[in-house]
């Protein structure tokens, strides 16, 4: 059994990231684009966790937590106007949503 | 006391009359309506003449006024209601419900319910067969009311309330035939004409309130008497003057505004007798000679009232001369007589106006009640062409009225003679330059009135009968109740005049000593020197009796000359009886049977009726051309300017709008629109589009780097 280094670590992220950027890209829901986004951030997450064992220092982990309370705070501002949105327009459907061609 | 200070009773005794019959006449017995009706007027008359008698005790020949004030009714007195006066300083506006009695209204007291009374007792029987009978005493009682507060007010406000009261029951009374267009026409005529004098009344009034801060009789007569007055008040007092006269010109038929009176003839007989003929029309020579004081300091108003005095006499005796309708020819003559008081008036002789207005309520009501009495009697006909012969069939009546016709054309020793050369006289002496033109114009009517009065009474009760036969079948005596009262005031009739015998024949003129007190201290103020003719008050010097007795002489020769004239043309006319004026001069014959076509001229003048292509001519043609002109002329340019405007406002709009707007400001935004159009076409508005490209770049990107 071989050890577990910083490669797998890396293409464990990359798909998280993979699998993100194709859920962000595709969904119709702004709710799972949200959720596809977390997984984005998160991939990055595994990503720091792995580079700061490889170096054997902490700062990756301290920016991972930078990234989780950026990802909660998003989240939640991103539902915030999600609602809004919703009690407009009754619906929460993002190819409807093109005002910003204006 | 008692009567003196219960004075305020005497109006309210018709009062309570006419009440009586508004709430409750319709369901009263005739027998019932007589007694309350004609039974206040009684005690009314009784009341008066005991305060009368009370009140010469009271003043003891020195005219006193004896004033009794009820309440106040406008105004507190507390300075709520003041007003600002010429002079600058603050009067309090006060109107009482007051009383007053001095020897001008003790007489017009006197008269009023004695003749009154009389006209009621002769209206039980005139009037017994008329519907309505409930509703013609109580507008008589009305009247009655109305006039005793004319006569005892204290003040020109509660005067006006009578004034404005007998007018309302004239209307009322002359209208009494309602469903006669004819008659409802002249009441309209009536009132109308009677509102332009009233309009004048109050104007006055307010006028001399403003001057000296009251409305009373007794303050305005003591400011005017002893008060110094300049050029400027002088001017004032002559407008209120002549103000108060155009009242009197209403109320007293006086030209331009006599021509509802001979109209007013389609009321009831009695109406005729008490309102149009022995009181109410004398209301303006009341408010005249009550305003003596005013007019005295006004030399050009009482030059103005002698003359539209005279000429009112000359007028309306010249029309009086051809009628043919019995009440008419009486209405001229009042409206005639009426022009001799005033001109009394005009030329300073008040006592002898007032001296007329008694004399003439007594023969005038006899010759209406008279008229009546011979209308009764001819079944409604009231045209004297279709009368004749009928003095050995109505034998009391043909008495009376011959007696009061002898009075009325001034045969001595009756009353009209004494009253009437009174006045002649007083013209002539008063000859402060035109007066002696006044005297013969006066002279002139009395011979015009001597004839007009004889040929009324030689067409009606000489010559041959000129009626139907089933007319003639029913002439009768009147009853009891009509004669009694023609009686009674033929009487008067003879007898009203000695009470003022001129002291030229050898009598004490006891009428004019008891009125003195009254005029004799206005005519003290007036000013010598402005030409005012000055009331004669000195006795008459021995060199003017013999010109007063050749003017006497003349002016009964001019009474015996015309009734003979008329004599001559009509004492036996028979059927289609010549006129002699017709035959004569046909165009004079016209123009006087058409009462000088005053009617027209008012209908082209005033009334609109006349119309020229459908365009009113006159005051109402003018009023409409400057409606016409307002709403045209004016208007239209205002509405042009207007258009004007809004075209250039239009114009303005179109040019900001397409303009400025499109294509100074829009212009280039559309231009940046249309530029912009490709590159607006890669920003389609979908985020996940703009993601996607970013990731395609970004792969992109990745795959150069590595496979560079």
Known sequence: MTEITALHYLVVAAALFVLGVIGVLTRRNVVIILMSIELILNAVNLNLVAFSRMWGNLHGQLFAIFIVVDAAAEAAVGLGILIAFFRNKETINVDEIDLLKW | ?708
């Open chain 2, 1 to 708: 006391m008692f009567f003196l200070n219960n004075i305020w009773l005497i109006p309210l005794f018709p009062a309570f009359g006419a009440a009586m019959m508004f709430f409750f006449g319709r369901r009263l017995q005739k027998a019932t309506v007589n007694a309350v009706c004609v039974g206040v007027v009684v005690v009314a008359f009784l009341f008066a003449c005991f305060t009368v008698v009370e009140y010469t005790h009271f003043a003891h020949g020195t005219g006193q006024p004896f004033e009794k004030i009820v309440y106040t009714w406008l105004g507190s007195g507390d300075g709520h209601l003041n007003f600002v006066k010429r002079d600058g300083t603050t009067a309090s506006f006060n109107a009482d419900a007051g009383f007053l009695l001095d020897p001008l209204s003790s007489i017009w007291l006197l008269f009023v319910t004695g003749v009154g009374m009389l006209i009621h007792i002769y209206s039980t029987g005139y009037m017994a067969h008329e519907g309505g009978y409930y509703r013609f005493f109580g507008y008589m009682n009305l009247f009655m009311f109305s006039m005793l507060t004319l006569i005892l007010a204290n003040n020109y406000m509660l005067l006006f309330v009578g004034w404005e009261g007998v007018g309302l029951c004239s209307y009322l009374l002359i209208g009494f035939y309602f469903h006669r267009k004819s008659a409802s026409d002249a009441a309209n005529k009536a009132f109308i004409v009677n509102r332009i004098g009233d309009a004048g009344f109050i104007l006055g009034a307010l006028t001399l309130a403003w001057f000296f801060g009251s409305f009373r009789f007794t303050d305005i007569n003591e400011l005017a008497s002893h008060s110094n007055f300049v050029g400027g008040d002088i001017h004032i007092l002559t407008i209120a003057a002549l103000l108060l006269f155009v009242g009197a010109c209403g109320k007293s038929a006086q030209l331009p505004l006599y021509v509802w009176l001979p109209d007013a003839m389609e009321g009831p007989t009695p109406v005729s007798a008490l309102i149009h003929a022995a009181t109410m029309v004398t209301a303006g020579v009341y408010m005249v000679a009550r305003s003596n004081a005013v007019f005295m300091l006004a030399p050009s108003a009482m030059k103005t009232v002698a003359i539209v005095g005279a000429l009112t006499a000359v007028f309306a005796a010249s029309i009086g001369l051809v009628q043919n309708d019995i009440k008419r020819v009486l209405a001229y003559s009042t409206v005639s007589q009426l022009g001799y008081m005033f001109l009394a008036l005009g030329v300073g002789a008040f006592a002898a106006g007032v001296f007329h207005v008694f004399t003439h309520a007594f023969f005038k009501a006899l010759l209406f009640l008279g008229s009546g009495s011979v209308i009764h009697a001819m079944s409604g006909e009231q045209d004297m062409r279709n009368m004749g012969d009928l003095r050995g069939r109505i034998p009391t009546t043909f008495k009376t009225m011959f007696v009061a016709t002898l009075a009325i054309a001034g045969i001595p020793p009756l009353a009209g003679f004494f009253s009437k050369d009174e006045i002649l006289w007083q013209a002539w002496r008063s000859a402060d330059g035109g007066f002696p033109y006044l005297w013969l114009i006066g002279f002139g009517t009395a011979l015009m009135t001597a004839f007009y009065m004889a040929r009324l009474i030689f067409l009606t009760f000489y010559g041959k009968p000129r009626m139907g036969h089933e007319v003639e079948h029913h002439i009768h005596e009147s009853p009891k109740s009509m004669t009694g009262p023609l009686v009674v005031l033929a009487v008067c009739s003879v007898c009203a005049g000695w009470l003022g015998v001129p002291a030229s024949l050898g009598g004490t003129n006891a009428f004019g000593k008891f009125l003195e007190p009254v005029f004799a201290r206005e005519a003290a103020v007036a000013p010598s020197t402005s030409g005012v003719p000055s009331a004669p008050q000195e006795p008459v010097g021995e060199e003017h009796r013999g010109l007063e007795w050749s003017l006497m002489i003349l002016s009964v020769g001019a009474a015996v000359v015309g009734g003979g004239w008329a004599y001559r043309y009509y004492a036996s006319a028979g059927k289609d009886y010549p006129e002699p004026i017709a035959v004569k001069a046909p165009p004079i014959y016209t123009l006087l049977y058409n009462k000088w076509f005053v009617d027209e001229a008012y209908d082209y003048a005033f009334t609109g009726r006349r119309k020229l292509g459908g365009i009113r001519l006159g005051a109402m043609g003018a009023g409409e051309a400057s409606s016409w002109f307002d709403a045209k002329i004016i208007d239209g340019a205002v509405n042009d300017a207007g258009w004007v405007t809004r075209a250039f406002a239009t114009l303005s709009t179109w040019w900001d709008k397409w303009i400025i707007d499109g294509v100074c400001v829009n212009g280039p935004a559309i231009l940046a629109r249309m530029l912009s159009y490709p590159a607006r076409l890669f920003e389609w508005g979908l985020v996940q589009w703009y993601a996607l490209v970013m990731v395609a770049g970004l792969l992109g990107f990745g795959v150069y780097y590595v496979w560079k």
